[in-house]
């Protein structure tokens, strides 16, 4: 066999260091090249130089000294879909000084595969999971037979018939986590790790690359937090599930196996119509910090349009729970979705102070290719240069980028401002610390309510 030398790089979403995330999905693919007998190197331009993240200069000289050191016959890019700009970039240059290495691109960067296809040197596309499909791409088995991947047929984008998914996901290796340094990846102490692959909704603007729900086994989670304990010396975990607790016997089962390990953690995905006290305690006592739920909205009619499967009740009862069993959760909102109104951001507002939120997060939407709320974009032709769209996207995250409802600019723009005002008003006006302000606060909420959100956003913005 002869041996192929591969150059894993995980392009940057956005700007500055915000988009910094552990590249889990291109450890795991280096996990399956070195089982297939080949070798890899990983570059993470987060880690490397902050000018790496702009590629202002050209000059990209940590990959161009791994490029030196493994001499890479293929290039495997990875990202999610605002990474494209820069992976375009890339592309070319790479095209430009190496025109014999093969690229290739996977994750959730596929789902802009189209773009990739046609207006970068990329030459394949990895769909889905990679861990069955990547070896016969290694094994130079014939395009036409690889499930999961696409390709340009006769100039134009040509998509295969997806992978088989893998149902037993104990047979994946631990990631290559060698490939990197981790401790750079840890988030208030915690380095993720996942226990589980895809989610029992699909909310319209999630990106939804495999169907249904699949878990490790107990056993391979504890092996694989007792390795990573034992090796590289963390002690804290962040489960990075989409869906964390889809299973309340194996979620009681890896505590009372977890509490031998002696860590603490953190849950990034759950649901919550599918926990209770017992679990929450359980939680507790085994030394969970946090949980987020992805609450979205406090209006009926969104948490529908948005297909949460949730009620606003639910999430305001488990959210109050939560937080009385003494576990920190978040509360995350999704503002801006084609049927959002004055009215629904209104009950979301009371949801906040109804669900007695200590901390809260609040994002506009933003539609991606091949999520449920694309169809509505296309539909209406709300993005006509999707290249310039995600380009915004990398550059702004989560801020006003498009105005999917029918509701004007000008009052769209308020809405994240009117939200942390009202709840913060809250906060002040409910906690005893901030008694001596309480003249202040109901003057705030007087010149609030009388000039009005749009008047006072323009001033101050």
């Given amino acids: ?63 161009e000294k791994a490029i030196s050191k493994i001499k890479p016959d293929i290039i495997a890019f990875g990202g999610i879909a605002s990474s494209y700009g820069r992976a375009k970039k890339l592309s070319n240059y790479f095209y430009e000084k190496y025109p014999e290495i093969v690229q290739v691109a996977g994750g959730a960067l596929a789902s802009v595969y189209k773009l990739l296809l046609t207006r970068t040197h990329i030459h394949l596309v990895f769909h889905g999971e990679a861990e069955r499909s990547f070896p016969k791409f290694l094994d130079n088995e014939a395009l036409v037979n690889i499930r999961g991947i696409s390709y340009l047929s006769k100039g134009e984008p040509h998509r295969n018939e997806s992978a088989q998914q893998i149902e037993d996901l104990d047979i994946i290796p631990v990631p290559a986590y060698h490939l990197v340094n981790i401790n750079t990846y840890l988030i208030d102490g915690l380095f993720p790790i996942m226990s589980s692959r895809g989610c029992t909704n699909a909310c319209s603007f999630c990106y939804r690359h495999m169907k249904g729900y699949r878990q490790h086994s107990v056993e391979y989670v504890i092996h694989h937090m007792q390795t990573m304990k034992e090796i590289f010396g963390i002690t804290g975990f962040l489960f990075g599930d989409e869906l964390f607790n889809y299973n309340k016997n194996w979620v009681l089962e890896l505590c009372n196996k977890i509490e031998a390990l002696n860590i603490r953690y953190a849950i990034a995905g759950a649901r919550v119509n599918m926990i209770d006290a017992e679990m929450l305690v359980r939680l507790k006592q085994t030394r969970c910090e946090y949980i987020y739920y992805g609450q979205e909205s406090g209006s009926p009619s969104i948490l529908r349009e948005y297909h949460k499967g949730v009620s606003v009740q639910k999430n305001i009862e488990i959210t109050k729970l939560t937080k009385s069993i003494g576990i920190k959760s978040i509360v995350q909102l999704v503002i801006g979705s084609p049927s959002e109104t004055q009215d629904t951001i209104d009950d979301t507002i009371q949801f906040l102070k109804d669900c007695e939120a200590d901390e809260i997060s609040v994002n506009y939407l933003l539609p991606f290719p091949e999520t449920p709320i694309w169809e509505y974009v296309e539909k209406n032709n709300l993005i006509p240069d999707v290249e310039t769209y995600l380009d915004e996207v990398a550059e702004r995250g ?64």
């Fill in 398 to 461: 989560g801020s006003q980028i498009i105005n999917l409802t029918k509701v004007s600019d000008r009052i769209w723009r308020t809405w994240s401002f009117q939200i942390t005002s009202e709840w913060k008003l809250y906060l002040m006006r409910n906690h005893p610390k901030y008694l001596v302000m309480y003249p202040l606060i109901k003057i705030m909420e007087s010149a609030y309510r009388t000039i009005g959100y749009p008047t006072i956003f323009r001033r101050i913005m």
């Fill in 1 to 63: 066999m002869i041996e192929i030398h591969i150059l894993l790089l995980n392009v940057p979403s956005r700007s500055g260091i915000g988009g910094k995330f552990v590249p889990l999905g291109l450890l795991y693919l280096g996990s399956i090249i070195e089982r297939c007998g080949h070798s890899c190197e990983l570059i993470d331009p987060y880690n490397e130089d902050p000018n790496l993240v702009e590629f202002d200069n050209g000059n990209y000289l940590s990959i």
